[in-house]
């Protein structure tokens, strides 16, 4: 794993509530769930799922529990990539060093493929810095960190101008600005960023989501 990739990572709960902003941002502006491409997820344990699935293939995992934090991608054109080897096999060391606690956190996940991995980073509660698998690693070839983590926007502008492409069609930068500044969102801030969404439904989405929202009069 390059060490620039772990550098820039964002600390577990900056990256948590980015992960939730964004799923937020993709509800209202989408309201077919298979085609987002951020999405967070608390469950019905302690721990919570941040995704990031592009439809092209390419799929990463956030998982946030009690042990700490791992995040588990595959960037299906990657040479890291299982399909790429002799022999259908994960990458040796990818996986290395990993606490089991958090390993078992993957491994408990519906639908997920544990050997479709081509980077895996994990901060372990009560560390202060992201790991990754300490096996061969040669230089030249790209594991897909950098493009799968490239997808939690840091900035509202970063977002936006990736969603002008995706959804094709314009975005409210003001509103998208209020969203990341953990604005409680409302009928009118959903109307500004979709005007033809149905603003109820994704309200509804919205709170099971758990990000602040409010009622026009409140």
């Given amino acids: 794993m390059k060490s620039n990739v772990i550098d820039k990572l964002a ?4 990256l948590r509530r980015r992960l939730m902003i964004l ?3 993709d509800i209202i502006m989408c309201p077919n769930d298979w085609l987002r491409v951020h999405h967070f997820h608390s469950g019905d344990g302690v721990s919570e799922l ?3 699935d592009n439809g092209a293939g390419d799929l990463m995992y956030v998982v946030f529990a009690n042990e700490g934090v791992i995040i588990k991608g595959f960037d299906h054109e990657s040479p890291f990539s299982p399909h790429a080897r002799d022999e259908y ?3 040796p060391g990818i996986y290395e060093g990993a606490p089991q606690a958090l390993l078992n956190e993957l491994a408990q996940l519906e639908n997920l493929e544990y050997e479709e991995v081509t980077f895996c980073l994990w901060q372990a509660a009560g560390d202060n810095q992201w790991r990754s698998g300490t096996g061969e690693h ?3 070839m790209d594991d897909g960190a950098d493009f799968l983590l490239g997808y939690l926007y840091e900035t509202p502008e970063d977002y936006a101008e990736w969603a002008r492409s995706y959804f094709e069609q314009d975005i ?7 969203i990341y500044s953990g604005a409680a969102i409302t009928a009118a801030l959903i109307h500004r960023l979709a005007p033809e969404r149905e603003t ?3 309200i509804e989405e919205l709170i099971e989501l758990g990000v602040k ?3 026009e009069d409140e």
């Fill in 11 to 14: 600390a577990p709960e900056t």
């Fill in 89 to 91: 096999e994960v990458w």
């Fill in 200 to 202: 109820a439904e994704a």
């Fill in 138 to 140: 040669p230089n030249e």
């Fill in 50 to 52: 941040g995704t990031i």
């Fill in 172 to 178: 409210d930068m003001e509103a998208v600005r209020e």
């Fill in 23 to 25: 799923a937020a941002i």
């Fill in 213 to 215: 929202t409010q009622a």
